[in-house]
């Protein structure tokens, strides 16, 4: 790590994504460019007079084509060069970047140092781009230190536009704005404008400093169920006895509601009794599952739901992955999704 009076280092991990293209002066085609040269495409970065480095997918993938194996080589690359740098910025493509971050943020166990996801809706190339903003207010994110000289941000977050938003709490709400992501459920971590303006009362710190530890293995046997009206329940019991699956995220109306007819119910209730943990979050953008607020939400808690809180989606599938990876069992699964392990939903440690 550098000290208070050194350069700051950055590690730049290029994954893919919009942001890294840049059209062809001859076909016109959209193509991802060397980062190598990430100084002759954004000038503007040798102004903040620090030391970068970069790691690159190749291929770039589309983030679309995002998944577990690929949350692997990120964290990996993390971990391989965790003592070598002040922060770490990852490019990424929009349309799983909440995934990604959710994922990293379980993987990536007493993390003291900034993982700061960022991309863009236009390439970095265009005239217009806000990639260009997006990828230097990431690194000057991810170069900030607090009074202590210690690292400002100590987690995984989203930069987008003009927010700082904690990775495991942030949902991509827009195929087309600018500012593409929100926190509904929790507060910004910082406020971008003519100055960043850090909100420290809600960053993440951990009660201890120990090594990272990085937790590679994810269980792909996990899925969403959600909820619609006119959902059969041959439909629902074909989905509840997919083969190998161990864990779902349902996805409910409300504060956690869900029809209350013995259709539902009982293969509900069959596949909780053969052992399939299935965790309750709301379809709502914003709110929490409330198992006490309404009947038709207790009968679920009643028959073994987990209730997910104020969980996002993408928080929940990544931390049922996350957990069966690390060999839990169903009992052990249910235990820690009512536990907050990173700051992904609203409840008391106890």
Known sequence: ???NNSRPKILIIYTGGTIGMIENPETKV???????????NVPKIKMLNYDIDNIQFDPPIDSSNM???HWGQIAKAIEANYDSYDGFVILH????MAFTASALSFMLENLNKP??????QLPIGEVRTDGEENLITAMQVAAARNSHGEAM????????ENHLLRGNRSSKVSADNFNAFMSTNYPELARIGLDIHFHEEVLYRTDHKRPLLVHENMDPNVMFIVLHPGMTRS????MLNTPGIKGVVLKTYGAGN???DEWFTTPIQEAIQRGLVILNVTQCVNGSVNSNLYDTGNTLARAGVISGNDITSEAAITKMMYLFGMGKTNVQVKKYLQYSICGEMTVKNN
């Open 93 to 96: 493509g929009t349309d799983t």
């Open 67 to 69: 998944g577990i194996n």
């Open 115 to 120: 993982v700061i996801i960022t991309g863009s």
């Open 235 to 238: 439909t629902l019991e074909h």
């Open 258 to 260: 869900s029809p209350s």
């Open 1 to 3: 790590m550098t000290s």
């Open 30 to 40: 959209l193509k991802p460019f060397d980062f190598t040269h990430l100084i002759d």
């Open 153 to 160: 941000v100590q987690e995984v977050a989203i930069l987008f």
